[in-house]
């Protein structure tokens, strides 16, 4: 058990009526599919790769329900709980969630327990984007239908370009300070909390959500829930791949290692660019798919691979497995060799590679006290595991 105290902390937002779903208790505290609304969301936050304080802000009258639901959902997880009466807004019910947080939580995430079926992968994401750039992030998806703004009289004013517009989800991330800053400040209500940071002369950034996270707020939305829950029998499990993959010194070649370029180091050989790092989570997450492996794949025979970078190679190996219905969980790469030394790129690589992926990438540098190839400086060698689950439609 870890006996740090946690640096993250979740508040999750589940005082809202919801008068729209037509229910006779709040959403929340609606059945899903055999659980509440509530402990669905809850399952995810309880999923995510590192553990936080969760703070869930309920109606008052409620508390002593929301209180059993979150125990149950959390089982033995070794998380802070807390569960607090929310405000007459959502906005002041988050406040009330920001006041109980500890000392240590330094990232925190907002979460609308309405989008119950938030994947914990993004949570995950939303906390390393925030950890990397110290920023806002929010998920969000594309907007597919064309959008018109119209006047008061309905008339249309103008289409707007929808390549410019995503629809925003939750879970938003903050730095604590600056979003502690942030609700200090505010005197007006915001729609969420990325536009109350924003106002406070924040930078927000998206990234990718998920489809599956859309906010349960009609009767239809419930039974669109209920229908994916329902699909997901058998169960979409975790798959698990591993890839390795090794290259030499070439010193006529330019570095190119794990996405990034490094000018003045020892390049390596190779068909493509020789980026061992890239190479090895190509194969896999291929492995972890079952979609053969980056030889298969991408074969030295294609010319469109002639010298390609790593980037090629893993937007095309993502686009692969979402066309085959899997989602990358994450991803995690040892590299092993006397140089270049990575530390100094180390955020750097992830947040790049955590980029094209649409998930968490970890990456991590070690030599081998001077045994074998890597030891006697002749190259380099990177080992991945990655994780992929099915999606069911």
Wanted: hydrophobic share 45%; aromatic share 4%.
């Amino acid at each position: 058990m870890n006996s740090r105290p946690p640096i993250v902390g979740v508040i999750v937002v589940a005082a809202g009526s919801g008068t729209r779903l037509g229910a006779d208790k709040p959403k929340a505290f609606v059945d899903l599919a055999g659980r509440t609304v509530l402990e669905r969301s809850l399952s995810s936050v309880f999923a995510m790769q590192r553990e936080a304080q969760v703070v869930v802000v309920a109606p008052g009258d409620l508390l002593a329900e929301a209180e059993e639901i979150t125990s149950h959902a959390a089982g033995a997880a070794a998380a802070s709980i807390s569960v607090v009466a929310g405000g007459n807004t959502r906005q002041l019910s988050v406040a009330r969630g920001l006041a109980v947080l500890g000392d240590s939580i330094r990232i925190v995430l907002v979460h609308d327990a309405a989008r119950a079926l938030t994947p914990a992968a993004v949570f995950d994401a939303v906390v390393t984007g925030v950890a990397q750039t110290g920023s806002g992030i929010v998920p969000g998806v594309a907007v597919q239908d064309t959008v018109k703004r119209v006047d008061d009289d309905e008339t249309v004013v103008e289409t707007l370009d929808r390549s410019e517009l995503r629809s925003i989800q939750t879970p938003q991330g903050f730095p604590r300070a600056a979003l502690a800053d942030a609700y200090a400040e505010a005197s007006i209500e915001h729609t969420d909390d990325a536009a109350l940071f924003a106002a406070a002369g924040h930078t927000v950034s998206v990234i990718d959500g998920d489809q599956a996270s859309f906010k349960i707020t009609t009767p239809w939305d419930l039974r669109r829930a209920e229908g994916l829950l329902s699909a997901e029998t058998p169960p979409a499990g975790i798959r698990i791949g591993i890839g390795t993959d090794v290259h030499a010194f070439d010193d006529a070649a330019e570095l190119w290692l794990a996405g990034l370029h490094w000018p003045g180091e020892r390049g390596l050989s190779g068909h493509s660019d020789g980026d061992p790092v890239a190479h090895a989570i190509t194969d896999a997450l291929l492995s972890a798919a079952g979609l053969g492996d980056i030889g298969t794949v991408f074969g030295t025979s294609d010319p469109r691979f002639a010298g390609a970078h790593g980037d090629v190679f893993l937007a095309a190996t993502r686009l692969r497995l979402e066309e085959e219905g899997f989602v990358i969980g994450n991803v995690a790469v040892q590299l092993i060799g006397n140089s270049p030394r990575f530390s100094p790129r180390r955020v750097e690589a992830e947040a790049l590679l955590s980029g094209l992926l649409g998930a968490p990438v970890s990456v991590s540098a070690t030599t081998t006290d001077g045994l074998g190839f890597a030891g006697r400086g002749e190259g380099v060698c990177a080992i991945a595991t990655a994780t992929v689950s099915r999606q069911y439609s």
